[in-house]
């Protein structure tokens, strides 16, 4: 299907996600370049209002420039959770299907390891883990993908497992075809659907949950901007009825929204397909 | 007259948003005490001018036209609590799938006595007495507590019985019958088809009756409809349309089910398969008992039986799907592995299947030219543009144009699917097809194109078919010997012409004789010949 029809096809709410998605994009990919000021000087006074001349979204808890922070954290916020979901997409899915057309001892395995991690509430796995290794980058991103990864493999195997025992499966298996081929050529394009929407969903998620543990301390260590963080630092301005804390929490409600509207349609257009076929 | 249908128009959407016609003006007209059989293929429009009798649509249709009166009140467009008081009332339907047509979670006798409550027709004790009473005359068992049994307490067949009760219980007018037998199996339908004819009999009922198997219909119907897409082909008496068909379509519908074909050429033939005495289990059920048959090369066997008769596991064992307790499978006089891992490429290349339904046999996310070409890539090598010549061939040769090597399966029809599935097997050059049921989920003229262009495979190539089927109608068709099953053993074996002419073995015979023909008197016969 070509774009240009993808696009005709739009409603108009899947194409103003769209436009914030690409927007977001944007705004991560070059954040840096187009904040006015760095991300840990304090440039004005503390909690200037929304308005402010020079700071057009005004100061934070600091008197650091809000604009320039959201600008730097959508960087990071945004880059990390999408590594994050990338990262546990590709390895659960990939060892979800395998295990599915395994099946057997193998499948016991890693479904029954799957299911220990999966008993331990995320925040607080990621947490246990965090303090015990210390809070750097690597550590948050392969922690965040693994959690994420075990709920993906279950979600891959149980998509897998219902695929496995269709008829166009037995006939590669009796054509010879190896375990991979059928994961890639057999399974995948027909689970994707469902492992598209799951995306949307678990990109969200990643993004909430470092925002959390930003917010408990141990994600995104300061002085450097993340959302989530900037929710935390801001959060009694609350108190003196200053909107500092609402501008990243809005950031984040926005991207979810619109990723979801975009998923959303995909979804549609997957199951009309389907549908036909 | 109580049923009258004229000029009706029906329209509906497609997965894009466009109207399409289903019903394109079609008029009928049914008395009391009559029954007429609607027939046609899937997408006739048949089961949508059923329910246009109850003044009903489908989601997403509409009447664009037309007239439906029921003793000349017109139903299109009559007020929703007009026709709430007249369906399950004056009009009854009983649908295709009884199972799913019954509530699992209450007891038969409530959910049949809760139409007769609905429509205020008096106290429960009445609707009971009668329900009883039809209980019997359907011929259920123990009719005075059948009621009390729950939906998954009784078989399919007494189901579907007891929803034709539920239909009956508030003395319709008019009943509408959607392919009431089509899930059941062959002995068990003659017993409902009989019971449901003598019941609108004793009512003084009218009927419609939808269904694709012209012999069904010709045991039931004082007249026949044939329609084709949504436009009515032929209308006549039942007798007239089975032995003087006018149109036609119509004639083809009959031919189909007379169709036989004959064996060709008879010399010394080599033994291509042979299985020797295996016995094989699902874990500690064991499906088979010491079944052994063998195929000659260019020959078709058949393997008939009831469902349970063991078949299908059959043709797991042959393909390695499922490895055999003991016994053994040759081919071309080597030993096959029992388990499909130790199975050599080129063993699996010579030995195909085909499965039953072909929605679920080809991935609906490859195109033809992927589903076609991998058997050739993967077994012969191919690739580049010898690949795409073969493909083109292939397609050639089981008569689809070569553009659609770029379609997906959801672009195709039941029968084209199927012809796919049949050139992926070819594309492996293969000496044995297992044809698993293969024409069971098709239309009877599209099965026939199908039976006819594996004929014409097997004069072409010399392939041998191993033929797993219920329809004894395809067995008369193309097969060549025959392997009578039964609750996994093989009970009768030979020829053609020996195992399915008299003197039968029982079961065989039984199998024969229930299968509805395509005379108005046979289902007498039958029954006659049973007492």
């Keep these: 299907?070509?774009?240009?029809?993808?696009?005709?096809?739009?409603?108009?709410?899947?194409?103003?996600?769209?436009?914030?998605?690409?927007?977001?994009?944007?705004?991560?990919?070059?954040?840096?370049?187009?904040?006015?000021?760095?991300?840990?000087?304090?440039?004005?006074d503390v909690w200037q209002p929304i308005g402010t001349v020079g700071f057009p979204l005004g100061t934070d808890t600091l008197g650091r420039d809000m604009l320039s922070r959201l600008l730097y954290g959508a960087q990071r916020s945004i880059g990390l959770a999408l590594v994050i979901t990338v990262l546990s997409f590709t390895?659960?899915?990939?060892?979800?299907?395998?295990?599915?057309?395994?099946?057997?001892?193998?499948?016991?395995?890693?479904?029954?390891?799957?299911?220990?991690?999966?008993?331990?509430?995320?925040?607080?796995?990621?947490?246990?883990?965090?303090?015990?290794?210390?809070?750097?980058?690597?550590?948050?991103?392969?922690?965040?993908a693994f959690i994420d990864g075990t709920r993906v493999f279950r979600l891959a195997r149980a998509v897998a497992v219902d695929l496995n025992v269709m008829e166009f499966v037995e006939a590669a298996k009796l054509r010879g075809e190896g375990i991979w081929w059928i994961?890639?050529?057999?399974?995948?394009?027909?689970?994707?659907?469902?492992?598209?929407?799951?995306?949307?969903?678990?990109?969200?998620?990643?993004?909430?949950?470092?925002?959390?543990?930003?917010?408990?301390?141990?994600?995104?260590q300061p002085p450097a901007a993340d959302w989530g963080g900037m929710v935390k630092d801001n959060a009694q301005a609350i108190a003196f009825g200053l909107p500092a804390p609402l501008l990243p929490a809005g950031c984040i409600a926005l991207l979810t929204i619109s990723v979801n509207l975009v998923v959303d349609f995909l979804l549609d257009q997957a199951s009309r397909r389907s549908r036909r076929g | 007259m109580l049923l009258q249908i004229e000029d009706l128009r029906i329209d509906g959407t497609d997965v894009d948003g466009n109207s399409v016609e289903i019903v394109k003006g079609v008029s009928l007209e049914v008395d009391r005490g009559q029954v007429l059989g609607l027939i046609g293929e899937s997408g006739a429009g048949k089961s949508t001018i059923g329910l246009a009798a109850l003044g009903y649509v489908r989601p997403g249709c509409h009447f664009a036209g037309g007239s439906v009166r029921l003793d000349g009140q017109e139903l299109v467009g009559a007020p929703v609590g007009q026709l709430l008081d007249i369906r399950g009332r004056r009009v009854a339907y009983v649908a295709q799938s009884a199972a799913a047509a019954f509530n699992p979670a209450h007891r038969l006798l409530d959910q049949i006595c809760e139409v007769h409550r609905r429509h205020g027709l008096g106290p429960?004790?009445?609707?009971?007495?009668?329900?009883?009473?039809?209980?019997?005359?359907?011929?259920?068992?123990?009719?005075?507590?059948?009621?009390?049994?729950?939906?998954?307490?009784?078989?399919?067949?007494?189901?579907?019985?007891?929803?034709?009760?539920?239909?009956?219980?508030?003395?319709?007018?008019?009943?509408?019958?959607?392919?009431?037998?089509?899930a059941l199996d062959v002995t068990t339908q003659i017993e409902v088809l009989a019971a449901m004819r003598r019941a609108i009999r004793e009512q003084g009922a009218a009927a419609l009756y939808v269904t694709h198997d012209l012999a069904v219909v010709a045991q039931m119907a004082d007249r026949i409809l044939v329609l084709r897409h949504g436009a009515a082909v032929e209308l006549g008496e039942t007798r007239q349309i089975l032995e003087q068909p006018r149109q036609d379509y119509t004639r083809a519908l009959v031919s189909v089910r007379r169709g036989a074909h004959e064996r060709h050429g008879g010399h010394e033939r080599s033994v291509v398969l042979a299985v020797d005495r295996v016995d094989a289990a699902y874990g500690a059920q064991q499906v088979l008992f010491d079944v052994s048959l063998r195929v000659e090369r260019a020959a078709t066997v058949a393997v008939v039986g009831e469902s349970g008769s063991g078949k299908s596991t059959l043709a797991r064992v042959i393909t390695g799907l499922l490895p055999p307790r003991s016994g053994q499978v040759r081919f071309g006089g080597e030993v096959l592995s029992n388990d499909l891992a130790g199975r050599s490429k080129d063993h699996r290349r010579?030995?195909?299947?085909?499965?039953?339904?072909?929605?679920?046999?080809?991935?609906?996310?490859?195109?033809?030219?992927?589903?076609?070409?991998?058997?050739?890539?993967?077994?012969?090598?191919?690739?580049?543009?010898?690949?795409?010549?073969?493909?083109?061939?292939?397609?050639?040769?089981?008569?689809?144009?070569?553009?659609?090597?770029?379609?997906?399966?959801?672009?195709?029809?039941?029968?084209?699917?199927?012809?796919?599935?049949?050139?992926?097997?070819?594309?492996?050059?293969?000496?044995?097809?297992?044809?698993?049921?293969?024409?069971?989920?098709?239309?009877?003229?599209?099965?026939?194109?199908?039976?006819?262009?594996?004929?014409?495979?097997?004069?072409?190539?010399?392939?041998?078919?191993?033929?797993?089927?219920?329809?004894?109608?395809?067995?008369?068709?193309?097969?060549?010997?025959?392997?009578?099953?039964?609750?996994?053993?093989?009970?009768?074996?030979?020829?053609?012409?020996q195992v399915m002419a008299p003197p039968f073995h029982d079961y065989t015979g039984k199998l024969i004789r229930s299968v509805p023909e395509m005379r108005t008197d046979w289902l007498d016969e039958v029954l006659a010949g049973r007492v």
């Design chain 2, 350 to 497: 010579r030995l195909q299947l085909i499965y039953q339904m072909p929605d679920v046999a080809v991935n609906p996310r490859q195109t033809v030219r992927e589903i076609i070409g991998r058997p050739l890539a993967f077994y012969l090598g191919m690739h580049g543009d010898a690949l795409r010549r073969r493909v083109k061939e292939l397609l050639a040769r089981i008569e689809l144009p070569a553009h659609f090597a770029d379609r997906f399966p959801g672009e195709l029809s039941g029968g084209q699917k199927q012809r796919i599935c049949i050139a992926r097997a070819l594309a492996a050059e293969p000496e044995l097809i297992i044809c698993d049921e293969v024409t069971s989920a098709l239309d009877p003229l599209v099965a026939d194109e199908i039976l006819n262009l594996l004929l014409r495979l097997q004069e072409e190539s010399g392939l041998s078919y191993l033929f797993i089927t219920h329809d004894l109608a395809t067995v008369r068709a193309i097969a060549h010997e025959v392997v009578v099953m039964q609750r996994g053993r093989v009970v009768d074996s030979g020829g053609k012409d």
């Design chain 1, 91 to 144: 390895v659960g899915s990939v060892c979800g299907f395998l295990a599915a057309i395994a099946g057997g001892w193998a499948d016991q395995a890693a479904s029954r390891v799957v299911d220990v991690f999966m008993s331990f509430p995320a925040l607080i796995l990621a947490l246990l883990v965090l303090s015990v290794m210390g809070s750097s980058l690597p550590v948050l991103v392969l922690t965040l």
């Design chain 1, 1 to 44: 299907m070509s774009v240009a029809l993808l696009l005709r096809r739009m409603p108009w709410i899947t194409r103003l996600g769209l436009l914030l998605v690409f927007l977001f994009a944007f705004l991560a990919a070059f954040g840096p370049w187009l904040a006015p000021y760095p991300e840990a000087e304090p440039v004005a």
């Design chain 2, 124 to 182: 429960r004790a009445e609707a009971e007495r009668f329900a009883v009473e039809l209980f019997g005359k359907l011929g259920l068992p123990d009719p005075e507590r059948f009621g009390q049994r729950y939906p998954h307490q009784v078989s399919g067949g007494q189901l579907q019985r007891a929803m034709t009760v539920m239909a009956l219980i508030t003395r319709p007018d008019l009943v509408v019958f959607d392919e009431p037998t089509t």
């Design chain 1, 183 to 220: 994961a890639r050529k057999e399974i995948l394009p027909n689970a994707l659907p469902m492992l598209l929407a799951e995306f949307g969903v678990r990109f969200c998620f990643s993004f909430l949950l470092i925002s959390a543990l930003s917010f408990l301390g141990l994600g995104i």
